[in-house]
């Protein structure tokens, strides 16, 4: 079955920080229901036209519990009659444009909601440690001491270096390219300059990874809109079709990743690129989770835009900054712009936004085709969605 045109996004938004974290204290909840009301207007719409409802939580994060939708239903007042709590990390949200584009297709609901918030940054709620497992297969790692997700991505990054000859330098360059992006947006959380030197010279966080290689940890909130192509067409908003979607996950644990250069990116960029209809050579920009600067790198190869240990060639001397021929995180990504624990809403919206020409200083010059792919656990989930407009 294809996806491609059956449903459009209409409305996006997301929450105001201050230096990284909500201002006045808000809850999870106040925060999701501030964006989702925002993203609704901008469509022309409100809460009693959304019948279909799509959140996720991070683990250990309040105000979230056991049951994310129904939690949130309760607190909009609103009474879906399609709901998805699916929740395979970082790349959850990807997952839900997918799964809302089928739910609008096939009838099940005709407006959908996608929310996700996090005030992790406020509640300090993200350390290094896995303390006690909390599943059963962990027990293999955890006692050992492996940070996490820190330490997985650097076993990653550790075995891309081994393999390909990857060095450090090149890593940072990803980092300093996304800065360059995080510049030009106000809202970003991180706007100064940085050098490759100063990714190397940052406190070391897990050999090899440094500092400035690993994502901020900020609070958020993002809300996405999506209907079907007949109503889209009269919503207040220019419509951004769904074109493509691909979903795919291979491991819970690092140590039962098939392979440490390779992630399931492979398998959900090519369902999405084979439904949307398009080549590597008509995306105009991609949005990539960054959640180290060794998952842009495995992805981008994983995602077949350049072959398996070419990744450090294909991001060299700037190509992926302002001016560079591929445009990739350019609002500044989880590197420099926010990471609220499950980065991958920020992605959709960024990629809107582009197609939509609301960019000012960082916007690519006619965007019409955007890919963005988001990564969940410690490189275990993938799920990519193409998007484009008229």
């Not at 001491?145 to 081994?162: E, I, K, N, T, W």
């Not at 690519?364 to 656990?377: C, E, M, R, S, Y």
Request: negative net charge; proline residues 4%; hydrophobic residues 40%.
């Amino acid at each position: 079955m294809s996806l491609k045109n059956s449903a459009a996004i209409v409305g996006v938004a997301e929450h105001d920080l201050e230096h990284g974290k909500v201002p006045g204290g808000k809850t999870v909840l106040q925060m999701q229901a501030t964006v989702a009301k925002q993203a609704l207007e901008e469509a022309g719409l409100t809460k009693d036209d959304v019948d279909g409802l799509f959140v996720a939580g991070a683990w250990g994060n309040p105000g979230v519990g056991m049951m994310p939708t129904v939690t949130m239903a309760e607190y909009l007042g609103i009474r879906p009659r399609y709901t998805d709590s699916t929740n395979i990390g970082g790349s959850s949200f990807e997952a839900h444009v997918g799964h809302a584009a089928a739910a609008i297709q096939a009838g099940l609901c005709e407006v959908a909601l996608i929310l996700y918030g996090s005030t992790q940054r406020s509640n300090r709620s993200r350390n290094l440690s896995s303390g006690r497992p909390g599943e059963y297969t962990a027990q293999f790692e955890s006692i050992w001491g492996l940070p996490s997700p820190v330490g997985a991505y650097a076993m990653a990054a550790q075995r891309h270096m081994h393999e390909y000859g990857t060095t450090r330098e090149q890593l940072a360059e990803i980092a300093v390219s996304t800065r360059k992006w995080a510049q030009l947006n106000p809202r970003a959380m991180y706007r100064e300059e940085l050098t490759i030197d100063d990714v190397l010279n940052s406190k070391p966080i897990s050999e090899p990874l440094h500092l400035l290689d690993c994502c901020l940890v900020t609070d958020g909130a993002g809300a996405v809109i999506m209907t079907s192509a007949e109503r889209a067409r009269d919503c207040r908003t220019r419509p951004i079709w769904i074109l493509g979607h691909g979903e795919a996950h291979s491991h819970t644990l690092i140590s039962n990743m098939p392979d440490l250069t390779v992630t399931t990116a492979k398998e959900s960029g090519q369902r999405a690129f084979e439904m949307a209809g398009v080549t590597h050579d008509d995306i105009d920009i991609a949005q990539i989770y960054d959640s180290f600067t060794i998952t842009v790198l495995i992805t981008l190869e994983s995602l077949g835009f350049c072959e398996r240990g070419e990744g450090a060639a294909f991001v060299a001397n700037g190509r992926t900054a302002p001016g560079g021929d591929f445009p990739m995180n350019t609002n500044g990504g989880g590197l420099s712009y926010a990471h609220p624990g499950m980065y991958g809403i920020f992605l959709i919206i960024e990629a809107v936004q582009q197609l939509r020409g609301e960019c000012g200083e960082r916007q690519v010059n006619d965007a019409k085709i955007a890919l963005v792919n988001g990564t969940g656990g410690v490189l275990s989930s993938t799920a990519t969605c193409i998007l484009g407009r008229d």
